[in-house]
């Protein structure tokens, strides 16, 4: 027999937290990846950009200029050509030293640890408010480096949400924040492991182009399964691995 089909979204994010959590190592809010002012200012230059690119683009900005005083007194063409490798340098540039300004206007120093302090709701609203900062930016600062109930959702989360059926097919990104972080307890941890699973899932597994779905684990579950290959039959579900394998490849950052 074919395996059920679910379609109420709801449910199908709360299966969906529960086949990637055994799918994928399970992560811990313990030492974040970066400090907040790295985590912001990476995640800028990480628009539409690699990561090794955001990587490089960062590495080249910090030895030129040395730190966040030395990047925004540096002229700002020069700072552009310091991180061309980002997707929009000429962009970006300005961007990151008038989001520099206002951090130092405002809290006399660049450092955002003071957002630990605040609610949610009021650190969400002052990094919106800065330029080029949406929900996604604000989301991974506030999520990996102060454990805020939030929930970042990138290219990667919102394919897989809209593929699953967890979220319509004109649900946007920036409307995926509130509709799957509703769908969700309001927990950081689980909150961190549902987005980076599937940040990895649809880096690793569900590509934008030719999704490798005999290997996914939610199969029984996922829309563009079900209306591509008809519902996950025993034979299919038994073939998909359990766990990821690590010789397939690195889980990316």
Request: glycine share 4%.
């Amino acid at each position: 027999m074919p395996a059920t089909y679910s379609s109420l979204p709801a449910e199908k994010t709360q299966e969906n937290h529960a086949v990637l959590n055994r799918f994928y190592p399970p992560l811990t809010l313990d030492n974040p990846r970066r400090s907040p002012m790295r985590e912001l200012i990476s995640t800028v230059l990480s628009h539409r950009t690699t990561h090794a690119d955001e990587e490089l683009a960062y590495d080249r900005m910090l030895e030129a200029y040395g730190d966040w005083a030395g990047v925004l007194a540096a002229p700002t063409a020069e700072l552009a050509h310091a991180i061309r490798t980002t997707r929009w340098p000429d962009t970006q540039a300005p961007r990151i030293q008038e989001i520099l300004r206002r951090i130092r206007a405002e809290r006399g120093e660049f450092d955002l640890d003071f957002l630990r302090e605040w609610t949610t709701e009021q650190a969400m609203q002052w990094l919106n408010d800065m330029p080029g900062i949406g929900l996604k930016t604000a989301s991974l600062v506030l999520l990996f480096n102060f454990h805020k109930p939030v929930l970042p959702v990138d290219a990667h989360v919102h394919r897989v949400a809209q593929r699953v059926g967890m979220i319509g097919p004109k649900v946007s990104v920036e409307k995926a924040h509130h509709v799957l972080l509703e769908q969700l307890p309001k927990d950081a941890l689980t909150l961190l492991n549902f987005h980076k699973h599937n940040y990895w899932h649809g880096q690793q597994i569900c590509f934008f182009l030719k999704p490798a779905c005999a290997r996914c684990p939610l199969k029984s579950f996922c829309s563009y399964y079900q209306e591509h290959y008809g519902p996950a039959t025993p034979e299919a579900l038994a073939a998909t691995p359990a766990h990821w394998d690590e010789t397939w490849g690195k889980l990316p950052h």
